[in-house]
């Protein structure tokens, strides 16, 4: 089992910055590739990025590449991302999620644990 609790979310005014963070706990000593998704209000949840367990690897969603960044900390077990030149669309609940995948995979259901949930907001 690995839990995964997520911080660094908040208020903010579009074009402003935020860094969240993830931290796991658990059977950590997996190479688990990591990942944020988001969902706003009556919206699926949707792939923003991810990071491959070397730290080696990322992708992302077209719609956050040149703003967003992700990156980890295997000896901290945390994973970041950096979100810079926010938009109101970017306004979502963000979560972050591990699964056993050997490359950074942009689909939902390769992930096997979640954290809770960190609110973003952008205000225009």
């Known amino acids: 089992q690995v839990q995964l609790v997520e911080s660094g979310g908040g208020l903010v005014q579009a074009g402003g910055s935020l860094r969240l963070s993830c931290a796991a706990s658990?059977?950590?000593?997996?190479?688990?590739?990591m990942g944020w998704f988001r969902q706003a209000p009556g919206k699926e949840r949707e792939f923003v990025a991810a990071?491959?367990?070397?730290?080696?690897?990322?992708n992302y969603a077209e719609f956050v590449k040149g703003r967003f960044a992700i990156s980890r900390d295997n000896a901290k077990n945390t994973v970041y991302l950096q979100m810079n030149s926010l938009k109101p669309e970017d306004t979502a609940v963000y979560y972050c999620?591990?699964?056993?995948?050997?490359?950074?995979?942009?689909?939902?259901?390769?992930?096997?644990?979640w954290g809770q949930g960190n609110q973003v907001t952008v205000s225009s």
């Open positions: 990071i491959s367990w070397s730290g080696g690897s990322t």
């Open positions: 999620a591990a699964g056993r995948a050997p490359f950074p995979s942009a689909v939902l259901t390769t992930y096997t644990y």
């Open positions: 658990g059977r950590t000593g997996s190479s688990y590739a």
